[in-house]
């Protein structure tokens, strides 16, 4: 018996730390760790005790007794991993244990975001005897995309909630909602109450297509479309035109696997979600009957993972298809494991080979069908977007093939899901050219001379670039506070000329809205409140006004 790793795993790598027989790969330190979509169980070692279950975060484990019908391929695919990457000895994993110099017995640190990032830094700067934590968030929620990024229907990614709120609760991490830095106080401000501050903002912003009529109604950013499901208090306002038959997703990774499923998925099956209530209401009465999704390049470059690919081929009521001449040539090299999905040789591209060789079947697959009677979702590939047209919103969207031949489809609206992008700081240098604030093992430099900027630091996308999932930003976080530990044992870092208490009093003086832990538990258990009113998790409230409304209320 073993027990086997699944869609959705976090990469986190919390269930590494808890094998006893350290069967679990690819650990962190590792060459592939932050490459691997998922993590893998060697079914050979694994001694079947259970504590990576308890450990994982988002219930991505099972036994293999107990795999629910759609997950009964995640048993080859784990072992599959371990034909290509065997295990040579199993060897244990060093363990970091993390501590103040002992002439030092205070360090304060300001951490601004309260998304994934800033939540794996805090939880590890929190462990630390000493070490007190300052988490500024500029909306009145926190959890970042955990909230507002993950899709409704991916309820075990979720959870990934619980794991940070254990975080913000504990007694030497405080909270204060509805701050933005930069408005109501300067990282200036921040420094003279903390030894450092760690920028973890994310990436808010998206890449453009620079195409022309890019800027017609009814061309949307996906992240701004995933916002407004999600009940995002900046994005609830808008509007999208559900009303025509066919939306065009640009892109090729897990987003763009996401904004076609919520298009086309039946509303009674959103209904039992933490769905915002007006999406929900918008995509019951929605005509959209077929999503093309179109990548500039063949299907073995494409950016989704294994293991959406699998779960989207096995929703309910919606078909997939694909055109045979663009997914034939190159796919069945891949699917038959001739080639990594980068052209990769060797044992790394058997590794890559076989995953996008399990992805290729199911475009095999969806190539091989004539058409759908109901929903579909039609995969593209190797089509360049030239031109959006319309007559003061889009109509259609014009592409170029690699033969030079140029293909014009009809739609009511674009959505580009082409990746995010990072925003200039105030205050901060910008890298321009990767959207990133310049840095080294996660202290921001200044690249007029090359040195580090003292006090100050960043995790996550605004780090590293857009790349990941909320798993990945753990490694990065302790990158950077290892980077933060050693400039305060170097004494690199100035003593805040002011005492803990008075940075709370600095904010309630200039933030008339001020919110705090206590403040963001109210919003939760109203929430929840009304979720359980109607059979689901949570009812989201979507605008500033009703959250400021109940984090003031009694209950």
């Known amino acids: 018996m073993t027990f086997v790793i ?16 350290q069967c679990i790969r690819p650990r962190p330190g590792d060459p592939d760790f932050t490459t691997t979509e998922q993590l893998y169980i060697d079914p050979a070692t694994c001694i079947d005790c259970g504590a990576c279950v308890d450990e994982c975060p988002v219930e991505a484990v099972h036994s293999d007794w107990e795999l629910p019908d759609g997950l009964s391929e995640y048993l080859a695919i784990n072992a599959e991993y371990f034909e290509a990457n065997p295990l040579v000895g199993v060897g244990s994993l060093s363990f970091t244990r993390r501590a103040l110099p002992a002439r030092k017995a205070e360090l304060r640190v300001a951490v601004v975001g309260t998304g994934p990032a800033a939540f794996y830094a805090a939880g590890v700067l929190s462990d630390i005897n000493g070490v007190s934590v ?35 609760a504990r007694p030497d991490v405080s909270c204060f909602l509805n701050v933005e830095v930069g408005r109501d106080v300067t990282i200036e401000e921040l420094l003279a109450h903390h030894h450092a501050v760690l920028w973890a903002g994310g990436a808010p912003d998206d890449r453009k297509l620079g195409i022309q009529g890019e800027s017609l109604a009814g061309v949307h950013a996906a992240r701004a479309f995933v916002a407004w499901y999600n009940g995002h208090p900046e994005h609830a306002g808008e509007a999208f035109d559900l009303d025509g038959d066919r939306v065009v997703v640009i892109g090729n990774g897990n987003v763009a696997l996401d904004v076609a499923r919520v298009l086309l998925r039946p509303a009674s099956d959103l209904a039992t979600t933490d769905m915002a209530q007006h999406a929900l209401n918008a995509l019951t009465a929605s005509k959209v009957t077929e999503v093309v999704v179109v990548g500039r390049r063949g299907p073995e470059h494409a950016a989704y993972s294994q293991g959406e690919l699998l779960a989207l081929d096995q929703v309910e009521g919606l078909t997939l298809l694909a055109e045979p001449g663009e997914v034939r040539e190159r796919g069945e090299a891949v699917a038959h494991g001739e080639v990594g999905e980068g052209g990769e ?14 992805k290729q079947e199911v475009l095999l697959r969806a190539a091989g069908r004539a058409g759908a009677e109901g929903k579909a ?25 690699s033969d030079g031949t140029t293909e014009r489809i009809e739609t009511s609206m674009v959505l580009r899901a082409i990746g995010y992008r990072g925003t200039r700081v105030d205050g901060l240098p910008f890298d321009e050219a990767t959207a990133t604030l310049p840095n080294e093992a996660g202290r921001v430099v200044d690249p007029s001379s090359d040195e580090p900027i003292d006090g100050v630091y960043c995790s996550g996308w605004i780090k590293r670039g857009p790349r990941g999932i909320i798993g990945s930003n753990k490694l990065d976080a302790e990158e950077t506070v290892d980077s933060i530990l050693r400039d305060f044992g170097m004494d690199r870092l100035q003593d805040p000329p002011h005492a803990p208490g008075e940075f709370e009093d600095l904010l309630r003086d200039r933030v008339e809205h001020l919110l705090d832990k206590a403040a ?18 949570r009812q989201k409230l979507v605008t500033i006004e009703d959250l400021l409304a109940a984090s003031q209320q009694a209950r």
Do not use: Q, Y
Not at 8 to 17: A, E, F, L, P, Y
């Open 6 to 21: 699944s869609k959705g795993c976090c990469n986190d790598g919390s269930c590494v730390t808890v094998c006893p027989v």
């Open 134 to 168: 300052t988490m500024l968030e500029r909306l009145p929620t926190p959890f970042g995309l955990v909230r507002a990024g993950v899709a409704p229907d991916h309820p075990n990614t979720r959870k990934m909630a619980d794991r940070f709120a254990g975080v913000l």
């Open 345 to 358: 040789a060797g044992e790394v591209g058997e590794r890559v080979g076989r995953a996008g060789g399990r």
């Open 377 to 401: 979702i039609r995969f593209r590939f190797g089509l360049e977007p030239i031109a959006i047209e319309g007559d003061g919103r889009v109509e259609a969207i014009s592409f170029r093939a």
């Open 520 to 537: 963001w538990n109210r919003i939760d258990l109203e929430e929840k409140r009304r979720g359980r009113e109607n059979s689901r998790p």
